[in-house]
Each structure stands twice: as C-alpha cells, then as structure tokens.
C-alpha cells in the first residue's frame, strides 16, 4: 500500500529496448530520487516475473514479503458478479 512517505516503482520496458539494463538503470535512478525526497520506495513484482525481479535485485532492492495471490478477471473468478457490476 502506498502511503505520503512509501511509494511503489515499476516499471515496463517496451520489448525492443529490453535486455540492455535499461529498467535497472531508470528503476536505480528513481530509488535515488525518490529516497532524497524522504519517501521510502518499494519496488513490486509478480512471483511470475523474472525480469523484473532481476531489475529489481540489480536495483539493491531485497525480497521482503510475496503476495501470491490475484485475480484473473476472464470470467472465472468468483468475484466476476461484482466485477460485470461496476460502473465504471
């Protein structure tokens, strides 16, 4: 959850210009950024996501807690009532 003080990076990196450190370096340039403001960045991946689990390891950032759990939203999930239900 972000907060005033704790904000979330991510970051995607269009498929032509991956592979060449692009996303460590702009992810590892915002942390600074950010850290100079006095927020505390955190950077979130999915367990499925190797890449950006790399860019987040090359950035500094450890594994600090997995959620492993989500929705797909295809039709199958039970929550597709309240889903076919907002108006948005």
Do not use: C, H
Not at 16 to 22: E, K, M, P, V
């Amino acid at each position: 959850m972000e907060t005033e003080k704790l904000w979330e990076i991510g970051i995607d990196v269009k498929s032509g210009y991956r592979n060449n450190g692009l996303g460590t370096k702009l992810v590892s340039n915002l942390t600074v950024d950010i850290i100079k403001q006095g927020i505390v960045p955190f950077y979130s991946a999915s367990v499925t996501n190797l890449g950006s689990q790399m860019v987040a390891n090359r950035s500094g950032y450890i594994p600090y807690w997995i959620d492993t759990y989500g929705n797909i939203l295809d039709g199958s999930s039970p929550y597709n009532t309240f889903v076919n239900n907002l108006e948005l």
